[in-house]
Each structure stands twice: as C-alpha cells, then as structure tokens.
C-alpha cells in the first residue's frame, strides 16, 4: 500500500549530504544503477554510495565524459545508454540481465530541463522522452533484476518544477499546442512522481518499492540550456564563480540553494534508508517524506496534487506503455 504523503522525520535537513544520509551504512554486495551517474548530482550519489561499499553501475549517453568523471572510482562500472532511443535502452538492459545479479537499487538521476523542442526518433518531446518514457521503458527491461533482489529500491529523482503543471494527457507531446519548454519540464517531472506512485502498488508484493524527490535548488550542468534571461529571473548570472550562487544564498547560510553533496543526499536516503522500509510511493524532499499541499497553495516546497493522484498515475500508466510499445506486468 502506498505510504503516507506525511514527514516522518526523519531528523534530517536541507543542509544534510549524502553521506550524512547514508548514516554509515555498509552496502557491500548491493548492486545499484545510477542514472546520470557522471555529472552533478548522480555523480555525487554514484560516489557515495560506491563509498559505502554497493557496486555502482553508471549508463552512459557521453562515453568519454563518463569515462574521466568516474576515473578512479572503486566498484563503479561504466555502460552505454540514450535514454532517447529504445534500443539503446534494451541493450543496456539486456547486458545488466545477462550477467545475472539482483538490482538493489535504480537511480534515476538522468535528465534534461527547459530544453529548445527537439524530438526523439519517435516523435516523442525529448524532456518527456527522456525524463520519463525513458527511464520508464528502463524499469521495465530491468524488471527481472529488481525482483530477483528481493528487496529493491527504484528512485525517481523528480523536482518543485513538477509544480508548473500536470501531465497533458490529449497531448504530451506538443504536436497541437505552442510548446513551453518550462511546461514541458513540469510534466515530465509530474510524470516522475505519478511513476513511483504506480510503481510502487506494482512492485510492493516483490519486494520493490519507489520513491520520488526533489533534490533541492542545485546549480549544476542541469542549466546548461537556460538563458541568460532565465537566470537573471532567479537573481543568478554565469558571470557569478562557483557555481552562480550568490552570497548568502546556500542553505548554510538560510539561503535556498543546496550543495551537490546536499542535493543528492535525497536520493541517497530514498535508495538506502532502513527510515522507509515498508513503505513507498511518496515523494520526498529535504532528506524526508514531502507534506501534500493543495494546488492553489503558494510557495514551491511540498507535492501538488496531480502529482500524487493514484488515477492520474494509472492513465500516465497506460499512455506510456502505448507510447514506449512495452507491457509492464509485474
């Protein structure tokens, strides 16, 4: 049964890292696939928890890139992936599969935001192809994986932009309204949530549960395709070193903006934290179970309603597997 949209808490914060929300838990034998795993936050999160001991598969759209991020890094394994093309995601599958270990835990860090409208092979637009009909078709080839583990973890690193709106059911892929690119990031990050909430009624009786979350307010490669107009209307400028925060502005000085090492502690908690065994299909934020707003409450922090909703994430359900051309049958 899907938890409680309810903070636990958990005894963390917005300034905890990732570290900190491993609480120095060993993860030797555990097998983990991190999304992403090469750059800002799922680099981080790769990091720590290959630290801790887990072996740490790390899909790759940017072989080269990946290759001198993780240069160095004890039991983190490197592999190719495009989270646009469906091939490409079988075959990474496929090789995970074939070599016969449990999944622990999937992290889903990769992604894109605010991009100018591109489209993948299928038509589809690419922040819904990628954040999401990608890493679902992903959840669904490495289905066997998850449930041979026994006690499994899927992770959808979603965002606050989720708040910018809903999944458009009649048409996801802007093939008959004015694409926006900042409406297009809300309901590929709504369809983040919605995904772990139906996940979760789907794995629960094999032992897979999942999760959501905003990891926080992060300046990392996620902005490279902002304007320059786009950060100015956040008070921000690349002008600005390290990272583009002004002073005053980090969550350590009661500011907003969050480390790496505190962005990604989120998904290292919902991956790994004996705090939320037995439950799932919440989302979560600040190292902790997120509260439910409504709709017309101001503010960024919390989850909208069309987020959560168990028959949204049914119908978000149903169009991806027509959308993706797979069956999801647990």
């Known amino acids: 049964m899907t938890s409680k949209q309810v903070p636990l808490p958990s005894g963390f914060g917005p300034a905890t890292t990732a570290e900190e929300a491993l609480a120095g838990q060993n993860l030797t034998g555990k097998t983990m696939i991190v999304t992403g795993g090469y750059s800002g936050l799922g ?9 801790a001991g887990a072996t740490v598969v790390v899909p790759a759209r940017s072989p080269e890139k990946a290759r001198l991020a993780l240069a160095g890094m004890a039991r983190v394994e490197q592999a190719a992936l495009d989270l646009l093309d469906a091939a490409s995601i079988h075959a990474f599958a496929q090789s995970f599969l074939d070599s016969g270990r449990p999944l622990h835990a999937l992290v889903n860090s990769a992604g894109i935001m605010a991009t100018p409208l591109t489209r993948n092979a299928r038509g589809y ?12 078709q992903l959840a669904f080839e490495l289905w066997p994986a998850l449930r041979k583990a ?5 992770v959808a690193v979603s965002s606050r932009g989720h708040r910018f709106g809903g999944v458009d059911f009649e048409d996801p892929n802007f093939e008959r309204h004015p694409y926006d690119k900042w409406k297009a990031y809300g309901q590929s990050k709504s369809a983040n949530v919605l995904f772990a909430v139906k996940l979760d009624t789907l794995g629960e009786p094999y032992g897979v549960r999942a999760f ?28 600005v070193p390290n990272g583009y925060i002004p002073p005053g502005e980090s969550v ?8 790496v090492a505190q962005g990604a502690a989120t998904s290292v908690w919902c991956a790994t934290s004996p705090q939320l065994e037995g439950m799932g299909g919440v989302y979560c934020e600040d190292v902790d179970i997120a509260v439910a707003i409504p709709a017309d ?3 960024p922090a919390g989850v909208r309603p069309w987020a959560i909703d168990p028959e949204l994430a049914e119908r978000l359900w149903q ?4 959308l993706t051309g797979v069956a999801f049958r647990a």
């Open 125 to 136: 637009e690419a922040q819904f192809a990628a954040n999401h009909l990608g890493h679902f």
């Open 43 to 51: 680099l981080e999160t790769a990091r720590v928890l290959a630290a």
């Open 212 to 239: 959501s979350l905003h990891p926080g307010r992060i300046l990392t490669d996620l902005t490279r395709d902002l304007t320059d107009d786009d950060l100015r209307a956040y008070g921000l400028s690349r002008d």
């Open 319 to 322: 169009l991806s597997e027509t």
């Open 297 to 299: 409450l101001p503010g």
């Open 252 to 259: 350590t000085e009661g500011g907003d903006y969050k480390t």
């Open 150 to 154: 026994g006690d499994a973890r899927v």
